[in-house]
């Protein structure tokens, strides 16, 4: 694979975020840019930090010290919808659905469309199914606008999740263990999204345990360990076996 | 690996749900209509008076005396939460109107002056502008159901306390709070406006009983806010996961107050023509009421677990309770067991719910 070289400026970049949860130190002096149309994927064994640093771009929580910019501007987010504001999106590994709605009104949850009638505004039940069978076929789910999403499988929960972030036009999109839960040929299907994300510009976070996926799809591969920054290598410049013995501890650093 | 963006997707290794699978004939609301059906089917052959024109006027007006404060416990029992404060916001809501309808009517009050004046006989009183009484004795009735509603919500949304618990507290202040107001005794509408107070409670248009009218109206309203309004799909989607909905950016402390401030004004307006109908406001009025509206409500397919629930199961549930007890006078049965049926009933709706969801 290709990796084109990052070049201008980072859409988003971190420094020397850390963070503290009373005596625990979740996060210490972690350094990241990443590019447009780069994929950057984010390894660690479990407590190493990356739900939290995730959680930090997201806007669930401030960090403790560093300073996030985003475009090159310095900003802070309190709630979620200040990280969505300026082109954050995220699926996050639960893939927050409402499982008693549709899968189109899971999509445009929180920003329905709706047509106006004088003083009164009511939702385009038509225009938002329309728009969500065109998301699910670029995302090659076979998933009806029109079902309720308690009926669906894993992989038609994740094209729903995946498809809300195709709403807008996100600078970077955060998937949190996007793989983890479906079937092989759904897997192809979030890894084909993830590369037309990137032809177009979209940077990509990939949260991931699977080494294939992240070798498949990635530019670059971060690996978080005790809460810190242990390695930040081009796809090309590293191998699995060297990612493996960086989660575990085996390698301290590279 | 990239699959062509042209080839258009089909569905063939996923069925579409059957018309009878999906939408109210798959819901709790569907077969408790059903078997309302069949019940008045029954009656009809039970007892000759039971599709009377006057006693179908009776069951109508019943059921509407608790099916508008039905349809606010609805709305919250969709967000995941519960209202136990209603059967005494019925009754302190229905009281302040009375009181202040009352006050604002007798010469020598405070401020009363603005309001009438002494006939020339020096007995009776006569409206400065007619209405005008009742309707602010109405609002202040709501006035006192919306700061109720309102700390209800504020305890739940901001500071987090359970539902179950702030509501049967706010069920004992406000209930106390109609003690202490009237001393304990209740209190009549009175004044040159009673007789538009009893018109619009109590009366009927082409024998359709007035609060029958309001509850149609009420109703609908609910029911388009619901399904086609972004309010309502967060109303659900906070039901569904409240989680998912703050996460999407729905403001749900905000929400969550909304629904608590709608439901307790539904339950004043709901005590309003309670007493109208009844001529007056007894500080005991309505008690435990909020047990047959939460009854009705969960008969009509109301999930107390959140996220499912809607104006159509509302009344149902309101009609089915009312046509059982109706029906059980009518069969000359012993009126005592009617509130053991209701309970069967209750049970009986929520398993059946159970066994098709088990089956489906």
Known sequence: ?254 | MDTPVESPINFTNISKARWWQSGLFASQTGYVLLALVALFVVMNFASPYFLTEGNMQNVAKNFSFIAIATLGVTLVIITGGIDLSVGSMMCLSAMITSMVMTELSTPGMPVASLFVHPAADGKTVIANVPGLILLISVLAGLGVALIVGLINGFCIAVLGLSPFVTTLGMLSIVRGLGYVVSNGRGSFPGGPDADYFYALTSGSVFGVPASFIYLLVLAVAMAVVLHHTSFGRHVFALGGNEKAAALTGIAVARLKIEVYVICALAAGLQGIIISGWLGSAPANMATSYELNVIAAAVIGGANLAGGVGGPLGAIVGCVLLEVIRNGLVLAQVNSYWQQALVGVIIILAVLVDRIRSRMA
């Open chain 1, 1 to 254: 694979m290709v990796t084109p070289q990052p070049t201008g400026q980072p859409v988003l970049a971190l420094k020397a975020i850390g963070k503290e949860f009373g005596a625990i130190r979740a996060l210490h002096g972690v350094d990241l840019q990443i590019f447009p149309g780069e994929v950057v994927g984010l390894m660690g064994d479990n407590g190493a930090g990356k739900s939290t640093l995730v959680k930090i771009i997201a806007g669930n929580f401030p960090p403790s010290h560093g300073e996030i910019r985003f475009d090159g501007n310095a900003i802070r987010f309190t709630r979620p919808i200040d990280a969505r504001a300026v082109g954050i999106e995220v699926v996050y590994q639960d893939l927050a659905l409402a499982d008693n709605l549709t899968a189109s009104a899971n999509v445009f949850l929180g920003r329905e469309l709706k047509r106006r009638f004088g003083p009164f505004a009511f939702l385009d039940h038509k225009a938002m199914a329309a728009r969500a069978l065109e998301l699910f076929g670029e995302l090659r789910s076979e998933t009806r606008p029109h079902d309720l999403v308690k009926q669906m499988s894993g992989g038609q929960r994740q094209a729903v999740a995946i498809a809300r972030t195709r709403l807008s036009n996100a600078r970077l999109v955060v998937m949190d263990e996007p793989t983890a839960a479906i079937s092989v040929r759904q897997v192809e299907q979030v890894l084909s999204l993830i590369h037309r994300l990137k032809e177009q510009g979209v940077a990509v976070m990939l949260i991931s345990h699977r080494m294939p996926d992240v070798f498949a799809v990635c530019d670059r591969i971060v690996v978080m360990r005790r809460g810190e920054k242990r390695a930040d290598k081009a796809i090309g410049d590293t191998s699995p076996e060297e990612i493996t013995s960086l989660i575990t501890g085996a390698k301290e650093a590279a």
